[in-house]
């Protein structure tokens, strides 16, 4: 009995330790390690993790220069609320794909999901890199219940959507660890884990946007408006569809040896059908813009600097991509729909730095100075987003994203 155990532990640390080193032993695994990528990440790495010792060490006036009047400063702009909108890949793509039956999906679901768990995750992370007390995250939540509160209602619904899609994504990590029987409950549970994270999702994107409601004077009028919930959730389905456009384009640039041959051959049809649905979108988005600023008839303020800046924002980041994407899914030029897919994106995150930073407190005197972030919260970014491709990379490198191994392939 003995001898059994003491064969067994071997066995089982070599089976583990191959499926973290993808079958190569560790000095050919650690040559592969050695790039001009990974050394480039590793001095972010190393230089935003000093910062981050700094924030947690001397606090987070250390590091940041936010204040009663800029109380969010790039921290939470651009991860929180620049990144959130990126993740709804998760509930748009397992809507279109268990809800509404858009089957042939299939091999985008998984990519899409991680995208939204990875995505929610380091939202958190900014979050609580942010907080004066990170370690009392907990206190809204539960001791000081307030259901009243926005913040309380986006910080449970993260919370819980984390929860769910680590449960949409578990059938990849299961079938990793070659988990059948645990894998047919995860599978069982996915269309009910589906219905709540749309849900959840459809609730805490537009509350990112109620969020500004209370800051009616501190807001650019073109950018305010009391429908901006609606405007936050619009402008998160198109940014989801745009963004899963550039995940599956990076993976197949960078990782295609760990695609599949249903991947690599669906592709090109996939992403046409995903930039239909793009255009669609934006165009409703661009259409409750325009309804916006003419409800409120801030017409006039399209002619001073701000207004230049809207017009930037809503033509050469919305109607311009709209216009290449419409163009390019009717001549499926797969190339330009991919090129249109990234202008999107960028578009959705400028408009919530516009909101968040750019054109918040716009009328005081010294609002220009302060939406320049210093160079330690630039660094605090650089070192997520590098954490963040990171760890993607890894996951898409072992775990069955985009690939299905062959005995799950009936699921």
């Not at 064969?7 to 089982?12: G, L, N, S």
């Not at 409750?288 to 809207?310: C, D, M, Q, R």
């Not at 630039?378 to 491709?389: R, Y």
């Amino acid at each position: 009995m003995m001898e059994t155990e003491g064969t067994a532990r071997p066995t089982y640390y070599r089976w583990f330790m191959d499926k973290l080193l993808m079958g190569m032993p560790w000095q050919s695994y650690a040559r592969s390690l050695i790039s001009p990528f990974n050394i480039v990440a590793g001095l972010i790495l190393v230089v935003g993790g000093y910062v981050l010792f700094i924030r947690y060490t001397q606090g987070l006036a250390s590091v940041t220069h936010a204040s009663s009047e800029y109380p969010w400063g790039l921290l939470l702009s651009w991860g929180l609320f620049g990144g959130v909108p990126l993740s709804a890949t998760g509930f748009v793509m397992t809507a279109g794909f268990y809800i509404f039956g858009f089957r042939s999906y299939k091999p985008l679901v998984r990519l899409a999901v991680l995208g939204g768990l990875l995505g929610y995750i380091f939202a958190a992370s900014y979050l609580l890199i942010d907080l004066g007390r990170p370690w009392r995250i907990y206190y809204p939540m539960i001791i000081s219940f307030g259901p009243a509160s926005i913040l309380f209602l986006v910080a449970w619904h993260v919370s819980l959507y984390t929860i769910v899609q680590f449960l949409e994504f578990s059938p990849a990590i299961l079938e990793w660890l070659r988990s059948k029987r645990v894998h047919k409950w995860a599978i069982g549970i996915t269309i009910a884990m589906t219905i709540g994270g749309i849900i959840l999702s459809t609730l805490h994107q537009s509350a990112l946007g109620a969020l500004y409601l209370l800051a009616p004077g501190k807001v650019h009028p073109l950018w305010y408006s009391p429908h901006l919930p609606v405007f936050f959730l619009a402008s998160s389905i198109y940014a989801a569809t745009a963004f899963l456009i550039c995940l599956s384009w990076l993976s197949i640039t960078f990782l295609k040896k760990r695609c599949d041959e249903a991947f690599i051959k669906n592709l090109d049809k996939l992403t046409i059908g995903l930039g239909k649905a793009t255009v669609i979108a934006m165009v409703v988005y661009f259409a409750l813009k325009v309804i916006g600023v003419a409800h409120e008839e801030n017409w006039y303020h399209l002619s001073t600097p701000y207004g230049h800046w809207f017009l930037v924002e809503t033509i050469g980041f919305i109607l311009i991509p709209a216009t290449m994407l419409t163009f390019a899914v009717k001549n499926r030029a797969v190339s330009l729909v991919r090129f249109s897919a990234l202008l999107s994106v960028i578009g959705v995150l400028l408009n919530r730095l516009n909101i968040t930073m750019i054109v918040f407190n716009w009328n005081l005197p010294d609002h220009l100075e302060h939406i320049v972030p210093p160079w330690t919260e630039v660094a605090i970014v650089l070192f997520m987003v590098t954490l963040h491709v990171l760890i993607f990379r890894w996951v898409l490198n072992r775990i069955p994203v985009l690939w299905q191994e062959k005995e799950y392939l009936h699921k």
